[in-house]
DNA sequence: TCAAAAGTGTTGGGGATACACCCATGA
DNA sequence: TCATGGGTGTATCCCCAACACTTTTGA
């Protein structure tokens, strides 16, 4: 690496994007931000801001996460999530000279899996924030749109992509780990969890197979004791997130 | 997103980093590069460089690549390799504030997977390059050394971290997909792709097994027609890299 | 003739799918 | 009593591990 050598190599902004998937109403939801000024005034955006002085990049997502959203990070390797927690990870970085029109942005772009939760809070410069499908924003190619700020309208900078790449690391990284019990309350049935599954991959499962394929995974899910009826029908155990993060066999997601 | 104030968010160094990795006499083995400046003056680093004002990080990382390997890469969905070419994918990037004593430094890794290359050219700053099996870069917690640029030092900056995610990015993608091919020629035999594995992966695998599972996987292997006897023994079908990315069902990797 | 590597056949078992069937609650 | 979701049992199939066995070269 030369030395630096900035007239050579001049500056760059950093930023952090956020990711931020639910499932609310059976379906896989993003969070979105309306942007307060231009450019893409008005516009829909993944929420995130620049990264400070003395921070690192996880710092600097999970700071934003609660500003945005007051929901906590955990690590993804530590302890078990509190109440309101949610699960952070870095997606991927986006360096394109053109990606914002003002000046040379990189953003280095974090996944963040959430329980439902309570409406949103606007912070900082959003006008609003609201949760919407994932479909709503990404299919919006070439479509005509009524007005600015429309929910229809496409997203703005590269922030199809980036929430497309996003949905894509959520969908294949629960095959193999135990992520989907990030978008569940603490305790949760086996039921529930296999909704979060069909709604992430739009497909559905056999709730006789998924159940003892999920209750036969050791260190997946851990009886609390309890039951419910909140969904109707016969009571259901509810389950804690086992201390296991890697599924081994993994979860198989149906050929579409 | 706020208005940038650099006196509130100041500029950031962006560099690239590769994780360059080849199979050399049955060994994973990483391209580590001498540095010839303070810091870290004489210790062994990973390849990288500054990301210039007008271009993409993986054209920064491609450009890095071509200066201190030769070697051209393509996109990972991209047409069939060229005769030099090395699959070239983003990591991750690494920001903590401390990572670099002089400056604020966010630096977006990327992984190149090479077949056997000649001994590496010296580009750039570095006063030398080479092969070094990944074992010998990694495993220097503690250990006492002679002398600065020794071969057992640690690498310097957090590249070992950067190089151990690199390396467990490659043993877990050769999994499910055809990437494995990456670290072979042009043409090669089923055997030489088993030795790909078991070095990658550190394990022995059943050469029967194998054979068929990789011959029966559609898409995975082109035959070409021709066959040699490099490896001694009984002549082997030659086999291109077929047009499949993704493998289904994976290889499956042994227990430990 | 022998060593070495390539390749084929066969067998047994684990896990997945598909689906019949029973269980426990609220309305 | 019925609808609803929870949970168990079972047959079939596919794929993988293990390993005996044959093939084709160089030395």
Redesign the pocket.
Known sequence: MPPYDPSAFPPFAVTVDLVVLTVRRHALCALAVRRGEPPFQGRWALPGGFVRADEDLAEAAARELVEETGLHAYPPEGSPPPAYGAHLEQLATYGDPKRDPRMRVVSVAHLVLAPDLPAPRAGGDAHSARWAPVESLLDQEGSAHTREGDLTAPLAFDHARILADGVERARSKIEYSSLATAFCPQEF???ELRRVYEAVWGVAL????F???V?GTPGFLVPTGGTT?R???????LFRAGGATLLN?PM?R?EV
């Not at 056999?206 to 197979?209: A, E, I, L, W, Y």
């Not at 969904?231 to 155990?237: F, I, K, S």
């Open positions: 049935t086996v039921g056999d709730p006789r197979n159940h003892r394929k209750t009826t969904q109707g029908g016969r009571p259901a155990q066999p198989l149906p």
